[in-house]
């Protein structure tokens, strides 16, 4: 698993055993990976053969011991560009193979060195495919990562994991969101001001905006009405983020406050639940949720089937195939997953508003969604019009 360009402690830290505890009390058995110790969070799987870095680093992820699918991880290292955020925001890390030596000019430091440098438990060399097939037969769930000295009897690891916070119930996006204001400028002309409300932002998301010529004012997941208007904003967006959006009272205010000003408004993944609890929608915990960047959605207001990036465990509770009533006129379902017909989009039909589940930022890929953001653009011309 090792090799000695990354020295003996590395050496000594990945034959030491380690354990996964799930809370219906199933455990694997692996080696540590990362830092060594315990850690607790919501087991999830992601699909995605590339782009690790990025999910590690992206805030949505926060409180979750994420699995990878893909066998092989770490191939590449891991750069100083390729970050979402300003760390890694997973509670945990599990892999089947993880890279000896990574092979890319980019690469600055090996992932398990990086994982270490940020206190980020992992286990290494168990049976991948069995867990996520359990995660899917049985749900996501609470689990727990112990190795080193933290490696105790099956029963008493096993009542600390049951002991650990649920995900449903959770209100996570003041604790991952930034606590001051700051501004990313547009490239080149500036055509548009954005304020980009902060609920887990990740990166690549005021780039794509900055691309287009927006100048974005990242604002706290606390800011109010005022804290928005300040900026005199030609549209308002609502950014990704974790926990459950049932807990999201202040930010369905915010929004619901931009609604009846009538201000082009973008919402995408934490976000679109946001805009379907302001428009009067529930939402509700899925079963082992969609993570990845494969997943099939139509735009069904164009028929095009996008494969798309995805990290949510939750969705909107809307009608599929009929146009509802809300306090801001009327609102439809834009787009669906292909999978599951999970609602994936929203937008309203009196009102220039409109949110996505997934991320089209394409961070790691794919970019099939990329037009979402010409799409707010041409909402913000046809308001100045």
Known sequence: MTTSKQGNSSKRKGASPAVLVLEDGRIFRGRAY????????EAVFSTGMTGYQETLTDPSYHRQVVVMTAPHVGNTGVNDEDMESRKIWVSG????????VPSSWRSRRTLDEELDAQGVVGISGIDTRALTRHLRERGAMRVGIFSGDAVREDSALLARVQEAPQMKGANLSAEVATTEPYVVPAIGEKKFTVAAVDLGIKGMTPHRMAERGIEVHVLPATATVEDVYAVNPDGVFFSNGPGDPATADHPVSVMRGVLERGTPLFGICFGNQILGRALGFGTFKLKYGHRGINQPVQDRTTGKVEVTAHNHGFAVDAPLDQVSETPFGRAE??????NDNVVEGLQLLDRPAFSVQY???????????????DRFVSLMEGQRA
């Open 93 to 100: 890390y599990v892999v089947r193979d993880p890279a000896r």
């Open 359 to 373: 991320h089209p930022e394409a961070a790691a890929g794919p970019h099939d969604a990329a037009y979402l953001f």
């Open 333 to 338: 379902v834009s787009h669906v997953c292909l």
């Open 34 to 41: 990362g830092a060594v110790g315990e850690t607790f969070g």
